[in-house]
């Protein structure tokens, strides 16, 4: 994300031969250390916390088109059923044309729960073996 690494809480910048730097104690070093870790650390919070943003909006947004998606199909069912029942209405009258309809509409939604159901059956039997 950004190319250039960020410079340290704590640690001098090594541009040339420091005293102070050689002068340090093995205390002042660790305490150097922690700041460094702590700064790391919420460095990397941060990011993660940018990313986990970018990934909840992506998914929110790809979840709105899907529903949208899924109006816009479900509409053009309707719009085709109703347009059947038109076009047929003119051979098999009104009230058998919306029967003829309706009874197609529900027989295809009961072949296709027969294959969700052999699809969970399946499952089942793969996952008991």
Same mark, same amino acid.
């Given at each position: ?48 916390? @940018?990313? =986990? ?5 992506? $998914?929110?947004?790809?979840?709105? &088109?899907?529903? !949208?998606? +899924?109006? *816009? ?18 051979? @098999?009258? =009104? ?5 003829? $309809?309706?009874?197609?509409?529900? &027989?295809?939604? !009961?072949? +296709?729960? *027969? ?15």
């Amino acid at each position: 994300m950004i190319e250039q690494p960020a410079e340290t809480a704590v640690t001098p910048l090594a541009d040339g031969p420091d005293e102070d730097v050689r002068d340090e104690t093995v205390r002042d070093a660790f305490a150097r250390f922690y700041a460094d870790a702590r700064a790391y650390a919420a460095a990397e919070a941060e990011k993660q916390k @940018l990313r =986990a943003g970018i990934i909840a909006t992506s $998914v929110r947004n790809a979840a709105i &088109l899907g529903v !949208v998606a +899924l109006m *816009l199909v479900f509409a053009t069912l309707v719009a085709l059923l109703v347009g059947l029942v038109l076009a047929l209405q003119s051979s @098999l009258g =009104a009230m058998g044309a919306t029967f003829t $309809v309706a009874g197609g509409g529900l &027989l295809v939604a !009961v072949i +296709l729960l *027969l294959l969700a159901k052999n699809c969970i059956t399946r499952m089942k039997k793969a996952i008991a073996s």
